[in-house]
């Protein structure tokens, strides 16, 4: 039975749309990231669920039961908020065991619970600070203490790393990845960051204008983006799209783009079109059909290596804008009327204005249509 | 040329104030050495206007009669008497008793404490419910709330001497500490109302998850963060209650009225010969509680607020 699931879900403010029709199921052990630009209705979904606001329709379920009246502190969650929400006059140790002398929890099961839980964090030598006298990282763990001190059926992280700085936002990831796999937790996680997204779950659901535009394991999100935004949300630096029509020769579908003036046509018949194309341009598709091609920039790479097997094309291109970030770098390139970014070795000598020759793998490219911007 | 004077001008903008104060009197010494005796001048002489009335009373205190009598009102006691002080204190007469401010003293006590207790109480939580339990008309009755604090005292004399007649509480100390009490309470509304705002709503969301209900909430972790914000509200009720004289020569009587009326009575109803020694005790008596409520909380005030721990 999923630990929560929430059925046809709506929210709004006034004559504001902030959820339209949330469809979601988590099973036990899952690690659900909620992403999407600010403003997508991804916090207001997750205080739906903490109970902490109410939806307009729809229910919330948990471990089976609908939970749309039943108060927060009864749904048996633990949430982590960004601002990470310590009570400022308490010390940690009253900071996590807070909810237990709310609930009257015996004392002796109150120190047990506080030692388990300042052992697993590293935070044993903090508990008698105020929060004032904690760094930016040890809040963090304080606030992951008091959530996981009480051994809820579901946790509950809204952006918990937003406010902490690069390096220590890595090293907490991980770290959370970590509690993850060895409490095998229930996790609903969101956040803003593809990155924090990618690398900490088991299943991403994108949201976008109150809706979830895809929903699914981390890398087919990345290698199967459903919409181009979906494909431009996920992946740093972003994937790249090239304007261009589909047409057939000899009974085999091509990719037509216009670089310099001229047409330029790039191989797409080992594509999964899915029944859209067979054989010659018909179904859904129309010959000279507006298309957009997403090609991600890894696949974009130098000419002088030496490639075999995928289907490829090269070009000379000129470099107009280079990045270096020490592993790799990143060359920006004028194609078909639009930026295209490449992931060069970093010993790939490259100038900026002078043509280079670029090759580009077209084994893993993404088709989508101009119009609905969904993918083929 | 052009660009060096430029250059300076953007140094002289970077440099710190403390850095370009010397810079600055070294250009004109003698306008700046000017201006700054002319503004101790000015503070002076504030200084002085400000302490002379407070000068002459506590001079004049110590005076006897005859001094008075005779001498300037700024010169020096000749010879220190603390009779007068004696006599304002413990045996003045007010009206046909003669005992002194003291009985008045702990009337003034015994309507102040209860009435700032109750009103800051009162404030505290109408501030937490209309800044983080808002409900449906929760701004209405905070406008209506802070609209309160802009009617005048006189207004509600009237209307207010009515219904405390109407439930049985005219001319008794209770009834005092009832009308200063629904007075107060849009000013100590307001101050709390508006410190809450400030604290992060997710404190509440935190706590209502952990399990916590309103007023588990309010005193264990609200309240906790509020001494700034009470010290304030102490100061501005304990000085505005304390220092009342329209509602408590208008809803008191007997021996049930406050310091603030009996030393207007002392003031008023003496005979023979006005004892301006034993008026000006009596005036420093009925002050001293305010002064010393300002020195001593004035000092948690400044703790409170360099505490600061309010941020997460």
Same mark, same amino acid.
């Given at each position: 039975m999923p630990v929560l699931q929430s059925r046809n879900l709506y929210k709004d403010f006034g004559a504001v749309e902030v959820l339209k029709d949330i469809n979601l199921s988590i099973e036990a052990g899952e690690f659900l990231v909620l992403v999407g630009p600010s403003g997508c209705g991804k916090s207001t979904l997750l205080n739906i669920v903490a109970g902490l606001e109410t939806a307009s329709a729809g229910d919330i379920l948990i471990d089976g039961q609908i939970v749309n009246d039943v108060a927060p502190k009864d749904r048996d969650i633990a949430m982590v @908020?960004?601002?990470?929400?310590?009570?400022?006059?308490?010390?940690? !140790?009253? %900071?996590?065991? @807070?909810g237990m002398r709310v609930r009257n929890v015996p004392r002796r099961e109150r120190e047990e619970a506080l030692q388990r839980v300042a052992k697993l964090l590293h935070i044993e030598?903090?508990?008698?600070?105020?929060?004032?006298?904690?760094?930016?990282?040890?809040?963090?763990?304080?606030?992951?203490? $008091?959530?996981?001190?009480?051994?809820?059926? #579901?946790?509950?992280?809204?952006?918990?790393?937003? %406010? #902490?700085?690069?390096?220590?936002? /890595?090293?907490?990831?991980?770290?959370?990845?970590?509690?993850?796999?060895?409490?095998? +937790?229930t996790i609903v996680y969101v956040t803003h960051d593809q990155t924090e997204a990618m690398s900490l779950?088991? $299943?991403?659901?994108?949201?976008?204008d109150g809706k979830i535009v895809q929903?699914? /394991?981390p890398q087919d999100l990345y290698d199967r983006p459903n919409s181009i935004f979906v494909a431009d949300f996920i992946g740093s630096p972003a994937m790249n799209f090239i304007s261009g029509r589909i047409q057939a020769r000899d009974a085999k579908p091509v990719f037509v783009a216009d670089h310099d003036g001229a047409p330029l046509a790039l191989?797409?018949?080992?594509?999964? @079109?899915?029944?859209?194309?067979?054989?010659?341009? !018909?179904?859904? #598709?129309?010959?000279?059909?507006?298309?957009? #091609?997403?090609?991600?920039? !890894?696949?974009?790479?130098?000419? +002088?290596? %030496?490639?075999?097997? /995928?289907?490829?094309?090269?070009?000379?291109?000129?470099?107009?804008?280079? !990045?270096? %970030?020490? @592993?790799d770098q990143h060359i920006v390139f004028e194609f078909c009327g639009a930026e295209l970014v490449g992931r060069f070795s970093s010993k790939e000598s490259v100038e900026v204005g002078r043509p280079h020759r670029v090759h580009l793998d077209l084994s893993e490219i993404s088709l989508f249509h101009a119009e609905s911007k969904v993918r083929l | 040329m052009t660009s060096g004077q430029a250059d300076t001008r953007a140094g002289l903008m970077r440099s710190t104030p403390l850095r370009s104060a010397p810079l600055r009197r070294a250009g004109r010494p003698w306008t700046a050495t000017l201006l700054r005796g002319l503004l101790f001048l000015i503070l002076g002489l504030f200084v002085l206007y400000f302490t002379l009335p407070l000068f002459v009373m506590i001079v004049t205190s110590l005076k006897s009669l005859e001094e008075i009598r005779q001498g300037s009102l700024l010169g020096l006691p000749q010879e220190i008497e603390l009779t007068s002080w004696a006599t304002a204190w413990g045996s003045a007469c007010i009206g046909v008793s003669c005992h002194g401010l003291r009985p008045y003293f702990w009337n003034s006590i015994l309507l102040v404490v209860p009435a700032v207790v109750i009103s800051t109480a009162i404030g505290a939580i109408n501030g937490y419910a209309l800044s983080k339990w808002r409900f449906p008309g929760s701004d209405v009755i905070f406008g209506l709330m802070l609209f309160g604090c802009f009617v005048p005292f006189q207004v509600i004399l009237l209307p207010m001497a009515i219904t405390l007649g109407k439930i049985g509480m005219a001319g008794s100390v209770s009834g005092l500490i009832l009308v200063h009490v629904v007075y107060g309470i849009g000013f100590t509304t307001l101050f709390f109302r508006n410190y809450y705002v400030a604290v992060p709503d997710e404190l509440v969301k935190a706590a209502k998850i952990d399990g916590a209900g309103f007023l588990a909430i309010f005193t264990q972790i609200f309240l906790p963060l509020s001494i700034p914000v009470m010290v304030v509200t102490v100061i501005w009720q304990f000085t505005n209650i304390w220092n009342d004289f329209l509602f408590g020569v208008s809803f008191s009587q007997g021996g049930s009225q406050p310091i603030t009326v009996a030393l207007n009575n002392i003031v008023n109803s003496t005979t023979g010969v006005k004892e301006y020694n034993v008026d000006m005790a009596a005036a420093i008596i009925a002050a001293l509680p305010t002064l010393l409520v300002y020195v001593v909380a004035g000092k948690y005030f400044i703790r409170g607020l360099t505490a600061g721990s309010v941020k997460g």
């Amino acid at each position: 039975m999923p630990v929560l699931q929430s059925r046809n879900l709506y929210k709004d403010f006034g004559a504001v749309e902030v959820l339209k029709d949330i469809n979601l199921s988590i099973e036990a052990g899952e690690f659900l990231v909620l992403v999407g630009p600010s403003g997508c209705g991804k916090s207001t979904l997750l205080n739906i669920v903490a109970g902490l606001e109410t939806a307009s329709a729809g229910d919330i379920l948990i471990d089976g039961q609908i939970v749309n009246d039943v108060a927060p502190k009864d749904r048996d969650i633990a949430m982590v @908020f960004q601002s990470y929400a310590l009570y400022p006059t308490m010390t940690v !140790e009253k %900071n996590i065991t @807070f909810g237990m002398r709310v609930r009257n929890v015996p004392r002796r099961e109150r120190e047990e619970a506080l030692q388990r839980v300042a052992k697993l964090l590293h935070i044993e030598h903090l508990l008698r600070r105020k929060p004032s006298q904690l760094s930016g990282g040890q809040r963090q763990r304080v606030a992951m203490g $008091r959530a996981l001190v009480r051994r809820p059926k #579901l946790f509950l992280f809204d952006e918990p790393l937003s %406010n #902490l700085d690069a390096k220590l936002r /890595a090293q907490m990831r991980g770290e959370i990845k970590q509690l993850h796999k060895r409490l095998g +937790a229930t996790i609903v996680y969101v956040t803003h960051d593809q990155t924090e997204a990618m690398s900490l779950a088991t $299943r991403i659901a994108v949201m976008s204008d109150g809706k979830i535009v895809q929903l699914g /394991a981390p890398q087919d999100l990345y290698d199967r983006p459903n919409s181009i935004f979906v494909a431009d949300f996920i992946g740093s630096p972003a994937m790249n799209f090239i304007s261009g029509r589909i047409q057939a020769r000899d009974a085999k579908p091509v990719f037509v783009a216009d670089h310099d003036g001229a047409p330029l046509a790039l191989p797409v018949d080992h594509y999964d @079109f899915g029944g859209d194309f067979g054989g010659g341009v !018909e179904g859904d #598709l129309r010959d000279g059909q507006e298309l957009i #091609l997403g090609i991600r920039p !890894e696949y974009v790479t130098s000419g +002088a290596a %030496n490639h075999h097997g /995928a289907v490829s094309v090269d070009f000379e291109l000129v470099p107009s804008l280079m !990045e270096t %970030n020490g @592993f790799d770098q990143h060359i920006v390139f004028e194609f078909c009327g639009a930026e295209l970014v490449g992931r060069f070795s970093s010993k790939e000598s490259v100038e900026v204005g002078r043509p280079h020759r670029v090759h580009l793998d077209l084994s893993e490219i993404s088709l989508f249509h101009a119009e609905s911007k969904v993918r083929l | 040329m052009t660009s060096g004077q430029a250059d300076t001008r953007a140094g002289l903008m970077r440099s710190t104030p403390l850095r370009s104060a010397p810079l600055r009197r070294a250009g004109r010494p003698w306008t700046a050495t000017l201006l700054r005796g002319l503004l101790f001048l000015i503070l002076g002489l504030f200084v002085l206007y400000f302490t002379l009335p407070l000068f002459v009373m506590i001079v004049t205190s110590l005076k006897s009669l005859e001094e008075i009598r005779q001498g300037s009102l700024l010169g020096l006691p000749q010879e220190i008497e603390l009779t007068s002080w004696a006599t304002a204190w413990g045996s003045a007469c007010i009206g046909v008793s003669c005992h002194g401010l003291r009985p008045y003293f702990w009337n003034s006590i015994l309507l102040v404490v209860p009435a700032v207790v109750i009103s800051t109480a009162i404030g505290a939580i109408n501030g937490y419910a209309l800044s983080k339990w808002r409900f449906p008309g929760s701004d209405v009755i905070f406008g209506l709330m802070l609209f309160g604090c802009f009617v005048p005292f006189q207004v509600i004399l009237l209307p207010m001497a009515i219904t405390l007649g109407k439930i049985g509480m005219a001319g008794s100390v209770s009834g005092l500490i009832l009308v200063h009490v629904v007075y107060g309470i849009g000013f100590t509304t307001l101050f709390f109302r508006n410190y809450y705002v400030a604290v992060p709503d997710e404190l509440v969301k935190a706590a209502k998850i952990d399990g916590a209900g309103f007023l588990a909430i309010f005193t264990q972790i609200f309240l906790p963060l509020s001494i700034p914000v009470m010290v304030v509200t102490v100061i501005w009720q304990f000085t505005n209650i304390w220092n009342d004289f329209l509602f408590g020569v208008s809803f008191s009587q007997g021996g049930s009225q406050p310091i603030t009326v009996a030393l207007n009575n002392i003031v008023n109803s003496t005979t023979g010969v006005k004892e301006y020694n034993v008026d000006m005790a009596a005036a420093i008596i009925a002050a001293l509680p305010t002064l010393l409520v300002y020195v001593v909380a004035g000092k948690y005030f400044i703790r409170g607020l360099t505490a600061g721990s309010v941020k997460g």
